[in-house]
């Protein structure tokens, strides 16, 4: 089976004034259809075809730069899409808005360390909000398409949500400002959708 380009929840205009349309059509249908390809083309015909994205990416060391880069990409992105929502915004309810609470403090010291993680990562790369083994939250920052998934990741854990800090994700709308990017991008985040990862991911423990 080889992976294929998940379709946008939504329309490309629906993130929009937060996320731009032209942004969002290159992002996915160039950028991560790449990925999409050059991973089929690193995995096809080798021993590594069939095995799921997951299972490649926790064995990532061993593999090559471009299963690496590529499934990577893939995986990240296909998260990205997921946790945002034309419909978004506001604060996580339930059982992750006591844990944020409980590991952060409140919301808002949350969000300020989230975009801090963003905001200093160098270069292109992901800030991440992941659950550990103990159903503890922590915030991490990985470079290029790695991923807290990888067992080459500083800090490993469960991602349930994920920002692409990278300039193909804001530079035709914000240039170099991204912070106004982070800033903006809170109004579209899906906490349902994040909350029920959050949920998934302690259930997996
Ligand atoms: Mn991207």
Excluded at 22 to 30: A, Q, V
Aim: proline content about 5%.
């Amino acid at each position: 089976m080889a992976f294929t380009l998940p379709d946008l929840p939504y329309a490309f205009n629906a993130l929009e004034p937060n996320v731009d349309a032209r942004t969002m059509e290159i992002h996915h249908g160039k950028h991560h259809a790449a990925y999409v390809n050059n991973l089929n083309g690193a995995v096809q015909g080798t021993e590594l075809e069939g095995k799921s994205l997951e299972e490649l990416l926790a064995g990532i060391s061993k593999l090559s730069p471009a299963v690496r880069n590529n499934g990577g990409g893939h995986w990240n992105h296909t998260l990205f899409w997921e946790i945002m929502s034309p419909n978004g915004g506001g604060a996580p309810a339930g059982d992750l808005a006591s844990k944020i609470d409980k590991n952060f403090g409140n919301f808002e010291e949350f969000k300020k360390q989230f975009a801090q993680a963003g905001a200093t990562r160098f270069g292109s790369g992901w800030a991440w909000l992941c659950v550990d083994g103990s159903d503890n939250l922590f915030i991490t920052s990985t470079p290029n398409q790695d991923n807290p998934l990888m067992d080459v990741a500083e800090k490993q854990g469960q991602p349930i949500l994920g920002l692409d800090v990278w300039e193909h994700a804001y530079y035709l709308h914000y240039q170099n400002r991204r912070p106004d990017y982070i800033s903006a991008w809170w109004n579209v985040v899906n906490w349902e959708e994040v909350g029920r990862r959050y949920r998934s991911a302690v259930r997996s423990n």
